[in-house]
């Protein structure tokens, strides 16, 4: 029906009224804007909340061990819970856990520790890891390996090294096949990493050496403790259901008693994730639905003008159904004016709105990692259900005046007083 | 060509019913140029609305060639409009911000002919009324005697089986409304059948066949002169 012909019709009956059609163009163009700059907002709030917790699964459970807090079972309060390698195949079984990742850090949570290749030395963590650890940090391999089931079963003296480790004892050269010394034992890189985090965490991960967990335990005579667990459920897993049964079962294996909260401590990211999901959810309906108030305001706007502009043009529309056009005709020609108006004030809405939203990107982006916004963007998905939506709300504007100019009778439009 | 027979009219006015065509009997021939007569009121101009498929009529029937015009949803009307008739009115009824050629070219939009076809086109009908140099210019910059040859070339425009207009002349002064009125004779030699609503007397005597519209009712015919 819209042909470069009936585009030429729309045109020169917007056209004839300058400025109110720019005035009405105006309204919609400032609705889609607040539609898009409210919705980008909730995006920019969420990616800022995102980017603090990137470089781990969404549904990653830690655990570590403290001391009991009350006797239990004939075992006296303040005594410490160790993990150690027996949890790790009932942890595996437990139904609904996907990954399971027993971790040993040298010189506990974040030290440091000295590690040397040949003249140079650095102090960075060391961590004795299973494969499964990078399914739930997710390490960017930059170049080798990570640590693989080989290595956990021959104990093999390699390491898997983060990119300001490779930056500070390597230089430029590359770290593959290398040897490094932690605590006087040699190990062979094999891989080296970086990591989506950004902030202090990122920091912290690119710092780290990542051991065969079985290496870690013989050559820095650890036995057989686990310092703390990470694992995953599986997909559509109740985190907070599961994080409840790994407390039950640690529990029981080590003699703690059910309501002992401070002897096993855990951190659940997918419940956190989850929250913060939910309050954006809520945070996005907000925003939606005052930004398409405001576009809804546009198009009222749109549709009194159609209004006034329908009769206005009694008489040029009764000649037009004298001269044959129908009434499907008539009402198309309103409702293709309501839309092509809706629609060229939103383009150009859409093109503004991405530029502002650019602008403010490039600003967030060098506001550096701890600006509590992610920098907000105008997605294709968005530009493509924002056109829907003009088209929609345009014939939606569109539709009382085109009834209203079909129902215009030719006698009475015509009669010469 | 078309024929009339008891048609009836009425229009609501407040509450009681105006009585408007009564029992209008109605013969037309092809190529016939008829003109219509009558005091202002008499219904000449309701006459020329119902044969013209823009009015219902209450009663009656209403022959086009072999068509029944009754009773026709709003879609069908306008579309034997857009075939069938061709209209001029008294004051014009061109659009102001349409060229020319563009006003003329305006039913075959609704036929959907292509814009370069139709304007073609027109502008051929435009030279018919010998206004092919104006063909660019909007009615704000033409005479009354041009805007209503370029209503009539509009009325050509898709060869239809009528022309009726209604007081074509009643805006013109005395020598434009001659000339109008000899295209309007010009375009009937050429076999078109034109009725014409009027009350000059001169301009009725160019028709073959005068018709006289009293309070709603045709008038015995007088005798029946050739100009
Ligand atoms: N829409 C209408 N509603 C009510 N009365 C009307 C309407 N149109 C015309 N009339 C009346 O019908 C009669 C005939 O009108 P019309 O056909 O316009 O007469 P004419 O063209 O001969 O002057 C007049 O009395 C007029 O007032
Ligand atoms: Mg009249």
Redesign the interface.
Known sequence: MIDVDSFHEIATSLTRHKLRTALTALGVFFGLTIFMLMVSFGGSLRSGINKKMAGFATNAVFLWGQRTSEPYAGLPANRPVVFDNDDIEPLRKLAGVEYVAPRNQLGGFRAGNVVKHGSKVGAFQVAGDYPDFQFISMPLIRAGRYINDADIADRRKVAVIGESVASELFGGADPIGQALEVNGIHFVVVGVFGTRATGQQGDQQVRTIHVPFTTFQQAFHTGNRVSWFALTGKRGVDAKDLEQRVYALLRERHKVAPTDDAAIRGFNAGAQFAKTEKMFGAIDIVLGVFGLLSLLAGAIGVSNIMLISVRERTKEIGVRKALGARPTAVVGMVIAEAIMLTLVAGFIALAVGAFAIAKAADRIATMGPDFPLGPPEVSFSFSVMATAILIAVGALAGLIPAVRAAAISPVEALRDE | MLRLSKINKYYAVGSHRLHVLRDVDLEVEGGEMVAIMGASGSGK?TLL?IL?I??RYDAGEYWLGDTLIRDLG??QA??Y???FIG?V???F???P??TAVENVA??L???GV??RQRNRTALQYLDKVGLADWADHRPAEMSGGQKQRVAIA?ALI?KPRIVLA??PT?ALDSKTSEEVMELFAEINRTGMTVILVTHEADVAAKAQRTIRLRDGKVEPELVARAS
């Open positions: 101009s609305n013209g823009l009015d709003e879609g306008a579309r409009r857009n075939q209209f009115f008294q004051s009824n061109l659009l911000f349409k305006l039913p939009y609704y036929q292509p814009r509009r898709t209604d007081e009643g």
